[in-house]
């Protein structure tokens, strides 16, 4: 138990379908994370956010969107996707953005038909 | 341009086997930092170590042991008297300085395998 948790842990969804990520951490953190681990590419950071503030967007498409309401809580709404967006989206958490160590949770399959 | 290379795909030992996973990295900053997750069949990535630049010391943790080589911009993992349950993916990562915060710039993983 890593102290960040994420659901759903699967997600099958339409390339026409909305539907949201969601991150929550247990450690008093200020920084959290969006990675995506697809089959054939290297964790590949997508969002950065400390302080609820959001201090990184990496190249990602405007079909993923994240919000961040509280230091606690973070989500990854998703809109039209494509098939090759399926992967694994795990959400982080580090205390406050720096170069300390990570917390990860299990992660979303997501699977986009 | 940061980088980090695993080169070995997937190991598979026996039991009691020492088996060596391979990092080389590339950078240019002259301050940065080297980490090791394992990502076990759950998902979530769990941490294992942190070195930064200017500390050249191997670390022994247990079973563990990461040889750290400035000269060669390696930075490997060994474990010793491999266990079942240490099967898993290994990443090897190096930190990239952001505007107001850090990355992890992760290598390609290597899936190890340790059978009974």
């Known amino acids: 138990e890593t102290g960040v948790t994420q659901t759903p842990r699967h997600l099958v969804m339409g390339m026409t379908n909305k539907k949201s990520l969601k991150c929550e951490q247990h450690?008093?953190?200020?920084?959290m994370y969006w990675y995506k681990q697809s089959a054939k590419k290297p964790l590949e950071l997508m969002f950065v956010?400390?302080?609820?503030?959001?201090?990184e967007n990496n190249s990602v498409p405007s079909r993923f969107s994240p919000e961040c309401p509280n230091s606690s809580h973070l989500f990854l709404h998703l809109h039209t996707l494509q098939p090759e967006d399926s992967a694994l989206y795990l959400c982080?958490?580090?205390?406050?953005?720096?170069?300390?160590?990570?917390?990860f949770g299990s992660g979303t399959q997501l699977s986009v038909l | 341009a940061q980088k980090v290379t695993q080169a070995q795909t997937e190991i598979s030992v026996v039991e009691k086997e020492d088996v060596t996973l391979d990092c080389v990295y590339e950078?240019?900053?002259?301050?940065?930092?080297l980490f090791w997750y394992k990502q076990p069949p759950s998902g979530e990535l769990v941490f294992l170590i942190r070195?930064?630049?200017?500390?050249?010391q191997n670390e022994i943790s247990g079973r563990y042991s990461w040889n750290f080589q400035k000269s060669t911009s390696s930075f490997n993992f060994t474990i010793t008297a491999s266990q079942v349950v240490d099967s898993a993916v290994y990443f090897c990562?190096?930190?990239?300085?952001?505007?107001?915060?850090?990355?992890?710039?992760f290598g390609s993983g290597t899936r190890l395998l340790v059978r009974p």
């Open positions: 982080a958490s580090s205390q406050d953005g720096s170069n300390e160590k990570l917390f």
């Open positions: 450690l008093g953190h200020n920084a």
């Open positions: 956010y400390s302080l609820e503030e959001r201090v």
């Open positions: 950078t240019r900053d002259t301050t940065y930092y």
């Open positions: 070195r930064n630049s200017f500390d050249e």
């Open positions: 990562a190096l930190s990239e300085a952001l505007d107001s915060s850090y990355k992890l710039i």
